[in-house]
């Protein structure tokens, strides 16, 4: 379906950062980018505005959405609560095939972290999160935290490698408790994570915001 398609290829453009927060979406400029006709463009653009990616104006412009501080802390509070319980669950079913693709993601990580690639690292990143919802085996689970737009936020370039280090070691404790089906401890290391990281946004990208008091 072409609306899907759409949808698909718009989402990635966001998330890549070839459409930054505040730019104008054209339909008819969007429309010959992507090779559609503009009604399936509109339906994508819909369903993108449903979601928060993008909004339109009193003047029926669409723009692609700003995402400021306090819409981070937001989106980490969601992760807060969808993270913890997806790693208990997912220890508790200790499937191989989880195991195996944890493992797989943090030495790719480790390697993009090592030549900079700071794009392939976040990606890498928010599949290894993904992957351990999935592994939940709770499909509404899935859909809610695909949609809490987590890839939207990311280290900054100049510090991609300290804290490339400091993600690879929360991923460490969290595979390792999924690896041993320890539930809590799984549960408890993806808190940590989350609340960790949480409290480095509301000290780097939130002082001074009184949003974020």
């Not at 937001?74 to 220890?91: H, K, T, V």
Request: aromatic share 8%; net charge positive.
């Amino acid at each position: 379906m072409l609306s899907q398609l759409a949808y698909k290829k718009l989402t990635q453009m966001i998330y890549g950062g070839q459409l930054q927060p505040g730019d104008r979406l054209v339909e008819r400029q969007l429309a010959r980018r992507l090779g559609i006709s503009r009604i399936p463009l509109r339906e994508s653009l819909a369903r993108l505005q449903s979601e928060g990616l993008v909004r339109t104006d009193s003047h029926h412009a669409t723009y692609v959405e700003d995402f400021g501080p306090q819409d981070a802390l937001e989106i980490y509070s969601m992760r807060l609560l969808f993270e913890p319980f997806a790693a208990q669950l997912a220890a508790e079913r200790r499937l191989p095939q989880l195991i195996k693709r944890l493992k797989s993601l943090m030495q790719k990580m480790k390697a993009h972290a090592q030549r900079g690639h700071l794009r392939k690292l976040n990606e890498a990143d928010y599949a290894f999160h993904l992957s351990i919802v999935q592994a939940a085996g709770l499909k509404r689970l899935t859909r809610a935290y695909e949609s809490c737009h987590i890839r939207i936020f990311s280290p900054k370039p100049s510090e991609s490698r300290d804290y490339s280090a400091e993600i690879m070691a929360w991923h460490q404790r969290i595979a390792t408790a999924i690896e041993r089906g320890r539930g809590e401890d799984a549960r408890k290391a993806a808190y940590d994570h989350v609340w960790h990281a949480m409290e480095r946004i509301k000290k780097e990208f939130c002082a001074g915001s009184p949003q974020a008091n």
